[in-house]
């Protein structure tokens, strides 16, 4: 089992920055990789950013690369979303998931960003 419990989401205003944050625990021995998906009201569940959990491979979806960044520390056991230069078209919940070795997926229970022009 893995937990992931998110966290730094709120409001905030075009040009601004926030940086959420994933709480791992449990088998973090098994992760292939860490995730950070967004959706917007009334619009799919998109990847945004990917983490390689053994090679330190990243992946940025191309609405967020430049300005999103995805990184980890271990010693905290947390993944991180940097994300500035926020636009309203940002606004979704956020969502960290964890792919577990095989290929079993845990996610977050999201949270709330929220970007007025």
């Known amino acids: 089992q893995v937990r992931l419990v998110e966290s730094g989401g709120g409001l905030v205003q075009a040009g601004d920055s926030l940086r959420l944050s994933c709480a791992l625990s449990g088998q973090a021995s098994r992760i292939r990789n860490m995730e950070w998906f967004r959706q917007a009201p009334g619009k799919e569940r998109d990847l945004i950013a990917r983490l390689d959990w053994s090679g330190g491979d990243t992946y940025h979806a191309d609405s967020v690369k430049g300005r999103f960044t995805i990184s980890r520390d271990d010693a905290k056991s947390t993944v991180y979303l940097q994300m500035n230069s926020l636009k309203p078209e940002d606004t979704a919940v956020y969502y960290c998931?964890?792919?577990?070795?095989?290929?079993?997926?845990?996610w977050g229970q999201g949270t709330q960003v929220t970007v007025s022009s």
């Open positions: 998931a964890a792919l577990i070795f095989p290929a079993r997926k845990y």
